[in-house]
Nanobody
Framework: VQLQASGGGLVQTGESLRLSCAAS????????MGWYRQAPGKQRELVAT???????VYADSVKGRFTISRDNAKSTEYLQMNSLKPEDTGVYYC???????????????WGQGTLVTVSS
C-alpha cells in the first residue's frame, strides 16, 4: 500500500494550488486522511484532516484559506490552498489510516511529500 502525492510547485503570494494524494494497493478501507507540512528548520505540523465521514479539522493558520476533501471511490484526498502566503512554504506530506487486506491489518501510511514554495 502506498500514497502518491502530487500538485506542489512554485507560486506567488495570493495564488492557489491544489494537492492530490492517491492511495493504491490491497486496500480494505481508508479511515482518516490528512495533510501535514514541514517548513525548513521546523518540525512537521498538522495542516488538515478529514474522516471517512467527511468531518474536517484545520490548523488555525490555514482556516478559511485551505479546504481538505476526499473522493472515497478514487481513494484520493485533496488539499485546495487559496490565498497562499510565504509562511505556507514547505514540504507537504499526505497521511492516511489504511486497513489492508489478507490479513486485515491497520497501517498509518505516509506519502513521499511534495514541495510548495510561495514567493513574496
Amino acid at each position: 500500500v502506498q500514497l502518491q502525492a502530487s500538485g506542489g510547485g512554485l507560486v506567488q503570494t495570493g495564488e492557489s494550488l491544489r494537492l492530490s494524494c492517491a492511495a493504491s494497493g490491497s486496500i480494505f478501507s481508508i479511515g482518516t486522511m490528512g495533510w501535514y507540512r514541514q517548513a525548513p528548520g521546523k518540525q512537521r505540523e498538522l495542516v488538515a484532516t478529514i474522516t471517512s465521514g467527511g468531518s474536517t479539522v484545520y490548523a488555525d493558520s490555514v482556516k478559511g484559506r485551505f479546504t481538505i476533501s476526499r473522493d472515497n471511490a478514487k481513494s484520493t484526498e485533496y488539499l485546495q490552498m487559496n490565498s497562499l502566503k510565504p509562511e505556507d512554504t514547505g514540504v507537504y506530506y499526505c497521511n492516511a489510516g489504511i486497513t489492508v487486506r489478507a490479513p486485515l491489518r491497520f497501517n498509518s501510511v505516509w506519502g513521499q511529500g511534495t514541495l510548495v514554495t510561495v514567493s513574496s
